[in-house]
């Protein structure tokens, strides 16, 4: 999975095979914006401050957090040291087109060291996966090796269940968001992770492949398609804690829009532009409601030790 997806980013424009939120809706990183804003201000407003984005895709959601943070939150715009974790040399090419003043990073390891925000859409649903499978005689792991698709007999993960069930466990995930929560509990700052998944424990097959749009056999030409699995989220709240540093939500995404203004903010654009107003209305219902994005997608935010409800993750 790892491997057929460095080459699927490295040579591929994905979105011709998917589009995310940022694409649908300049509201999204907007409203991002302006919760990274208010992060700051709960942070004790410190300068500099790293605005992190892990898989920034095409830029699209920092250019709309940045404007609107120009807009509504000078100070903190002119605070802001933006950093991008990007592997994909042609995305970055793209990335450096809408923030040119960002600076790249292949992994978390080469950021600075202090207070930081960062930012992740659609990021940990892209790193590799294990697959688990009960079978009569007990846990199998299924991957590739050599080209082929083989079944290696495992300790498997550490529940048991019904003979056919599928488990998945994304260790690179789990490592990446245990990272990311030591940085936040040392040097402070918050995380905030949307992504699409599961709170209950990630039981079922959600390895997937998109192509053109369209569902497509994951294992069928490597490299051609995105492959993306469900972000178990019950597993990253236990991995932030071990940490040390505190976990909020996951809430559903249309709820956590709702709560931070996409209405009103879709209400406003429409008033100034009245001939797009139908088109703005249909992108913020994609984002939103519970049948496409709302629910399926969550919002998760990892902070500091002892700080207070995030904008949106108030109980
Ligand atoms: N956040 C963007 C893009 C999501 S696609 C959006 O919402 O539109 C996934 C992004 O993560 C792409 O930019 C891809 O190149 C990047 N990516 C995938 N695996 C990565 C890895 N292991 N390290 C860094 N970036 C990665």
Redesign the pocket.
């Known amino acids: 999975m790892?491997a057929a997806?460095?080459a699927y980013?490295a040579t591929h424009d994905?979105?011709s095979d998917f589009t995310?939120?940022?694409?649908i809706a300049q509201v999204f990183g907007e409203i991002l914006g302006a919760w990274s804003a208010v992060i700051w201000q709960l942070m004790g407003a410190p300068v500099p401050v790293a605005l992190v984005?892990?898989?920034?895709?095409?830029g699209?959601?920092m250019q709309d957090a940045l404007r609107l943070a120009r807009r509504v939150a000078p100070d903190f715009a002119s605070a802001i040291d933006v950093h991008f974790?990007?592997?994909?040399a042609r995305?970055r090419a793209e990335q450096s087109r809408r923030v040119p003043d960002a600076v790249w990073h292949?992994?978390l390891d080469s950021l600075p060291r202090g207070p930081s925000i960062l930012l992740?859409?659609?990021?940990l649903d892209?790193?590799p996966i294990r697959q688990f499978v009960r079978r009569q005689a007990g846990w199998v792991e299924r991957f590739v090796r050599d080209g082929r698709f083989v079944e290696v007999p495992s300790g498997g993960p550490e529940r048991d269940a019904a003979v056919g069930s599928v488990v998945e466990v994304s260790e690179v995930a789990g490592a990446w968001i245990a990272a990311v929560a030591r940085r936040i509990a040392l040097d402070g700052g918050a995380a905030l992770i949307l992504d699409y998944g599961t709170t209950q424990g990630r039981c079922g097959d959600s390895f997937q492949a998109l192509h053109a749009g369209k569902p497509a056999n994951p294992l069928a030409d490597p490299g051609s398609a995105?492959l993306t699995a469900h972000v178990d989220f019950a597993a990253m709240a236990k991995a932030v804690r071990a940490q040390g540093a505190m976990v909020w939500g996951p809430i559903p995404q249309g709820i956590w829009l709702g709560r931070l203004g996409l209405w009103e903010r879709t209400a406003a654009l429409n008033a100034a532009n009245p001939q797009q107003s139908h088109a703005l209305q249909l992108a913020a219902m994609r984002l939103a409601s519970p049948s496409r994005m709302g629910e399926l997608f969550k919002a998760v935010c990892v902070t500091q030790p002892g700080f207070p409800a995030p904008p949106g993750f108030e109980v």
Request: aromatic share 10%; proline share 9%; no cysteine.
């Open positions: 790892s997806n460095n980013y994905p979105f995310t939120a940022p694409e984005e892990a898989g920034p895709g095409r699209t959601l974790i990007e592997t994909s995305l292949e992994g992740a859409n659609e990021f892209a790193l995105d």
